[in-house]
């Protein structure tokens, strides 16, 4: 099986032994006890380390994105072979990845479907990206602890910098020449210290967030290589499905609310029409037969002001206005 590029921290950590060999045994400046000791711990430190993060997030990260891969390239040959959609196919398998992390995420998409499809009047249904995403990706590795490792790298290399500094300084004589003289040796080996384990930090730190960008970038991609093959081959997305169901239920009961409304009217519409047929009452309380004057009818017309069958009729000031 494929394994991703976490491979390359353990042979990077046996090299680094073999430097840090080199420069305290094999450089001709002698053993330094202290030197030694300090180089055990933080390799014993860092190796931990590096074995917990293969064993615990990249590998089976990596298994599951080689399973994924292999998976993808199945479904397009099944569909190659069948021509439809696979999920009737697919929906009794319970081992489609043949890896036990994905599998089970599976295993709950289809109970969930199932358990939708049910209960829901409409045929509503779950996604699978509700199941295999990126923060599946996140929960398996191990994001969170595996992001701080490499500034936890770093500072063990400057702890040992400032080990290495106090044990320099500790014995370091300043009374008189030879004192300072006899002081130079420690000092210096306190300062290899200090710049040895700052560059084994700084190594494992930037190879180890290498590592770490790389495999969860390559899983991050065959996620979403997956998730667009299984939509394109299996089943598509449960997005687009479901609002579909939703705009046709709306739709449906717009027309049962439109149906129910114009049902409730019917009889106000009726009793409206029934009672505008009644003759029409003054303010008075008579009723009040309707006006035929407008209409030219049987009612005499009013006389014309100048009618010579007309009294004159008085002015202002109380006077006939007939004419003399």
């Avoid at 006890?33 to 590998?59: D, E, K, Q, S």
């Avoid at 399973?67 to 021509?83: A, N």
């Avoid at 595996?146 to 910098?161: A, E, F, H, M, Q």
């Amino acid at each position: 099986m494929k394994t991703g590029s976490e491979g390359i921290l353990l042979p990077v950590y046996f090299i680094m032994i073999g430097v840090a060999v080199c420069l305290n045994v094999f450089s001709g400046s002698g053993y330094d006890p202290v030197n030694i000791v300090v180089n055990i711990c933080m390799f014993l430190i860092i190796g931990c380390i590096i074995l917990w993060a293969n064993t615990r997030c990249f590998m089976p990260v990596s298994r599951m994105v080689a399973r994924m891969r292999y998976t993808i390239q199945t479904i397009e040959i099944d569909f190659d072979k069948s021509e439809s959609y696979l999920w009737r196919k697919y929906k009794s398998k319970n081992k489609l990845f043949d890896n036990k992390l994905l599998d089970e995420r599976f295993n709950e998409y289809k109970l969930e479907s199932m358990r939708m499809s049910i209960l829901s009047e409409h045929g509503l249904r779950c996604d699978i990206e509700d199941y295999i995403n990126e923060y599946f990706i996140d929960a398996t590795m191990k994001k969170g602890m595996l992001s701080i490792i490499p500034g936890v790298l770093t500072g063990l290399g400057i702890l040992g910098t400032f080990v290495g500094l106090s044990f320099g300084l500790q014995n370091f004589n300043t009374g008189t020449a030879a004192a300072i003289t006899n002081s130079i040796a420690p000092l210096m080996d306190g300062i290899k210290i200090a710049f040895h384990t700052s560059i084994y930090g700084m190594v494992f730190s930037l190879i180890f967030n290498f590592v770490y960008k790389k495999n969860l970038e390559d899983a991050y991609r065959t996620v979403d290589k997956f998730l667009e093959t299984y939509h394109k081959y299996v089943l598509p997305k449960a997005e687009s499905d479901n609002i579909q169901i939703l705009v046709n239920s709306i739709d449906a009961m717009g027309e049962k609310i439109a149906d129910c409304i114009a049902e409730a009217m019917q009889p106000a519409h009726h009793d409206y029409y029934e009672n505008n047929t009644e003759p029409d009452i003054d303010p008075y309380g008579n009723e009040s037969e309707p006006s035929m004057a407008t209409y030219g009818n049987d009612p005499e017309p009013a006389m014309a002001p100048y009618d010579n069958d007309s009294e004159p009729s008085a002015d202002l000031y109380g006077n006939d206005s007939g004419l003399e």
